[in-house]
């Protein structure tokens, strides 16, 4: 088991330090290199620069001070704006994409599953078919698109539900259903074939044979082994609803750190990309750690694998 | 109960007992897996939509009378009406010819980067699975790496590096910035099969099998691998097109007037605000349809190649 | 000897897409109190189905009770609900299933799973089902009970998976144990210890046995009662030594006789049965084995046989039986 978990924590660590080191390159390797001009920015900002990233020393140096930076939890100032730093945008955006995203991910969580498994259950029935038709809107329609279309329909329609914003639960109400629907159709299309596949296993016969109830076999044997392969996609699946979270926030205009860093990218300002993106991954690679844990502690086959050997 | 006679019971002959055989016809792999594919009226539909929207792409440019490009001043924000099929942006634009550009961008995106993914997958698999143990460790433990670096992400931090503010990025880049992470999958896949086909071949080695079964065993083993790769490559395609129209949907896309679906998509957003709906719904429509195919058509294939779901 | 089962006139079928499938078509055979009965045949004979359905566990669209009765104990099994068959699976009626590595759940302890059934039929509280657990492991031989019952299905042997197997089937003291295919996917040695420990188990336990298998050696081994079956109906039946000693039906002899020997001469080739089993989508009228028969004769093809006693327990279908055969049999010796 600690074998395991070292392991994944080692890979971590590297995944986080390549995503930092790319993004320190890639915007080294801008061409024009924007941290060199002055004329782009007002005279006391590049000053600020000069002095923390020390603009005029080689670049591998460079890195080294931003690396130091980081590890000592200073994700740098803002190009554009004067009076606040990255870290104060982080501090402000992070609580709102944090909240908004892990209501979809509950959200997806809840009624992937069940609705894969239901799919599975009464395979070729209704409830199969009404489940999939919703998993294949899920997964093709972008989640830009179910964002305008439903601010387009629903909310310009029901008066409870704004059309943007942020402040109450009624605003997260439809930016959560939109971003969460891709992840949930995901979720459903592979647990109901992983269900299917658990379904005709020799186990399922045994525990029928013991006379256990219907409920019992479902639940503790079919849905118990199904899950895995969901858990095992967990990663990824946070990992698109993080980059998923940028597109809803500027449609719904919620002042989440999605919306920070869209509007870097549109402002170029170089050094919020990099605080929000080196943050970003942060927050993902410690997602990906925790998936990982779960993983393990759900499939026993993991845990001993290492251990025994 | 009949009468039993006598002459009844003597010996059947050989014809009579052979008679008895139904033989069922041998069945060849592909063709039966195009008629499987055909009975899943769902995947016909989207092949049909793919094709159809291929169609359009191609000729509907074309057609319309207008270019991508020619702004009319005095046509601003038009709807749609028997001039213009999809109405016109707050350029003049015309956004039939506009929609169907963009689509041909969207597809030609979406198939450069499968192939792409394919051909890098297939390389690095295959090398992968033919090498020493420790060599091969080594490259699955940096694909590894190499994956968890979220795509997207990765994608929209080039398109930002590689482009300049209001000159959108170039079509070069954006297919770079989305095959750099994506072809992974596909390695793994090859890989595994490349690894099967290595554990046949010891097998084959003993002595009571002649070459003869190597060459049966490989006419086995490239349809099993073709298949799981054909349908990674259908699935790949729309999860490239996503990625373009998120990027385009970001401000990322191509160099305006050219523009994909995604850039489409997002010109129109402002429009919706006053009311020009049409000017969002068609980009939007189109790239769900085209995702929307491709995905069933994946998913019918895959289920048409498991030998385990024959009817 | 009173009857614990009694199968009379049994038919299942299933529905598919082609059509209907006939598995099981009308056969009857009787399970004595502490006597095992062994059901041999081919793959796809209809052995599994018949298995499987004493314990209602076949998927019920596409299969169906076609006809027929499944009297345990006097009550029709065909007729039961699933609610009353819950009472009667793991309880009355045990299963031990013919693979090992996939029959046991890879994500619950073996403990748990031992006794799961258990607990829901006597209601047990933790405790006593854990003691019960260790019991049970005991039971079946599996060394280290008190460290093993809390380890998983992937820390265990194909022999050890299957002595579970054996312990979960006999926890409630089932009166009777279906075993299909139990060693089939066993070594050699350890197929004979997990005979010897059902053999073993069924002294003290006074329990009935069905043992469905394709191998010969192990019916020989344990069985009081041989059916055999062919493409879903039963073609001899007997007691072990009548089957063994004077097999009458044509099939049977070729079974007996592809069972590999160490005394085989030399130059003896391995006897086997040509042709595969009928279609069952279409059943032939007549007799199911026409077409791979030695002694096939005209009436074979349209007529089935009816059963002819050649003991008071052991008959076979052959047309063979028939008066009017013993010209043919003259000519072609029945070995």
Do not use: Q
């Given at each position: 088991m600690k074998k395991y978990l070292l392991k994944r924590f080692v890979m971590s660590i590297i995944t986080l330090w390549a995503i930092v080191t790319i993004t320190f390159f890639l915007m080294h390797a801008i061409p024009g290199n924007p941290f060199a001009k002055e004329g782009k920015m007002p005279p006391v900002v590049y000053e600020n620069l000069q002095k923390k990233y020390g603009l005029d020393k080689p670049l591998y140096q460079q890195y080294l001070i931003y690396l130091g930076n980081l590890v000592r939890g200073d994700f740098g100032d803002s190009m554009k704006s004067r009076v606040e730093t990255v870290n104060d945008m982080i501090e402000r955006g992070f609580p709102v994409s944090a909240r908004l995203g892990a209501q979809a991910l509950v959200f997806a969580l809840i009624f992937g599953p069940a609705l894969g498994a239901m799919a599975a259950l009464y395979q070729n029935k209704i409830p199969d078919y009404i489940s999939m038709i919703v998993a294949i809107i899920g997964i093709s329609v972008p989640s830009f698109v179910m964002g305008t279309f439903l601010i387009q329909f629903v909310a310009k329609n029901v008066s409870f539900l704004p059309i943007g914003g942020w402040g109450e639960f009624k605003h997260t109400i439809l930016p959560s259903f939109a971003l969460g629907l891709m992840p949930l159709a995901t979720m459903a299309r592979l647990m109901r074939s992983s269900m299917l596949e658990v379904l005709n296993q020799d186990y399922i016969k045994t525990a029928k044979s013991k006379g256990l109830t219907k409920l019992a076999v479902i639940m503790k044997h079919a849905v118990r082994n199904a899950i895995l392969p969901v858990v095992s996609v967990l990663g990824i699946t946070i990992s698109n609803l993080l980059v998923g979270s940028f597109v809803i926030e500027k449609i719904f205009g919620i002042p989440g750190l999605g919306m920070f860093f869209v509007k870097s990218i549109g402002n170029r300002d170089y050094t919020l990309i990099m605080g929000t993106t080196v943050f970003y991954a942060l927050i993902l690679v410690l997602m990906l750690l925790l998936v990982d844990i779960t993983y393990m502690l759900v499939d026993p086959r993991i845990r001993l694998t290492e251990e025994g050997h | 109960m009949t009468e039993l006679t006598?002459?009844?019971?003597e010996r059947a002959s050989e014809e009579q007992r052979n008679a008895e055989k139904i033989r069922r016809p041998s069945i060849k792999y592909w063709p039966d897996v195009w008629r499987r594919l055909k009975q899943n009226k769902l995947a016909m539909v989207g092949l049909t939509l793919i094709i159809l929207i291929t169609i359009m792409a191609i000729i509907g440019p074309m057609i319309s009378g207008y270019t991508y490009y020619e702004q009319d001043y005095s046509n601003?924000?038009?709807?749609?009406?028997s001039e213009f099929w999809f109405g016109t942006d707050e350029l003049g634009r015309d956004l039939f010819t506009r929609t169907w550009y963009g689509a041909r961008y969207s597809l030609l995106i979406g198939i450069l980067a499968a192939a792409i993914d394919f051909t890098i997958g297939i390389l690095y698999g295959g090398i992968a699975g033919v090498s020493s143990r420790r060599v091969d460790s080594i490259m699955m433990r940096i694909a590894e790496v190499i994956y968890s670096i979220p795509y997207l992400l990765v994608v929209i931090l080039m398109s930002v590096v590689f482009s300049s503010q209001g000159s959108g990025t170039s079509l070069f880049v954006i297919i770079l910035a989305m095959t750099i992470t994506d072809w992974v999958p596909m390695a793994i896949l090859v890989r595994g099969q490349v690894l099967q086909l290595k554990e046949a071949e010891y097998s084959l080695a003993s002595e009571s099998l002649g070459a003869d079964q190597g060459w049966i065993l490989r006419k086995h083993i490239i349809p099993n691998t073709l298949g799981p790769i054909l349908v990674n490559v259908t699935l790949t395609i729309p999860r490239a097109i996503f990625a373009e129209a998120t990027l385009g949907f970001l401000g990322l896309g191509l160099q305006a007037p050219k523009s994909s679906l995604g850039t489409l998509a997002n010109d129109g957003l402002a429009g919706m605000a006053v009311g020009l709906t049409y000017q969002i719904i068609f980009p939007a429509l189109l790239i769900s349809l085209i995702m929307f195919s491709f995905n069933v058509l994946g998913d019918g294939l895959r289920d048409a190649l498991d030998p385990r779901l024959r009817k | 000897m009173e009857n614990i089962l009694e199968v009379k006139n049994l038919q299942v079928s299933f529905k598919t897409f082609f059509g209907e499938v006939e598995a099981v078509r009308n056969i009857s055979f009787t399970v004595g109190k502490k006597e095992t009965v062994a059901i041999v045949g081919e793959s796809g004979c209809g052995k599994s189905v018949t298995a499987s359905s004493i314990m209602q566990l076949l998927p019920m669209p596409p299969a169906f009770y076609k006809g027929g009765q499944i009297l345990f104990k006097g009550e029709d099994i065909v007729k039961k609900t699933e609610k009353e068959m819950q009472q009667i699976r793991g309880s009355k009626i045990s299963m031990v299933f013919q693979d090992p590595m996939t029959s046991l759940n890879p994500t619950m302890k073996i403990g748990k799973q031992i006794v799961e059934g258990l607990i829901k039929h006597q209601k047990l509280s933790k405790k006593e089902a854990h003691k019960k657990a260790i019991e049970m492991l005991k039971l079946v031989a599996v060394p280290q009970p008190e460290k093993r019952v809390n380890q998983y299905p992937h820390e265990f042997s194909g022999g050890m998976r299957q002595r579970v197997m054996i312990a979960l089937a006999m926890v409630a003291n089932p009166e009777l144990l279906i075993a299909d295919e139990p060693t089939t996917a066993l070594d050699v040695t350890v197929q004979a210890q997990i005979l010897d420990l059902m053999k073993d188990l069924q002294d003290k336990l006074n329990m009935s046995i069905i043992l469905i298998t394709h191998d010969l050696g192990v019916v020989a081994d344990m069985s009081d009662k041989v059916i055999v079956m062919y493409a879903g109906q039963i073609v001899e039946q007997g007691n072990v030594n009548d089957i063994f000693k004077?097999?009458?039906?044509p099939y049977t002899i070729k079974l007996l006789a592809s069972v590999p020997r160490l005394n085989m001469k030399r130059d003896e080739s391995l006897h086997y049965i040509e042709g595969t089993p009928p279609d069952l989508y279409i059943p032939p009228k007549g007799c199911a084995f026409f077409d791979r028969c030695d002694h096939a004769m005209k009436v074979c093809k349209d007529y089935m046989p009816d059963p002819e006693y050649h003991t008071q327990e052991h008959y076979s279908r052959c047309w063979l039986n028939h008066p009017l055969a013993k010209d043919v049999r003259r000519e072609g010796s029945v070995e």
């Open positions: - | 006598r002459e009844m019971f601003i924000n038009v709807k749609p009406n | 004077n097999p009458m039906h």
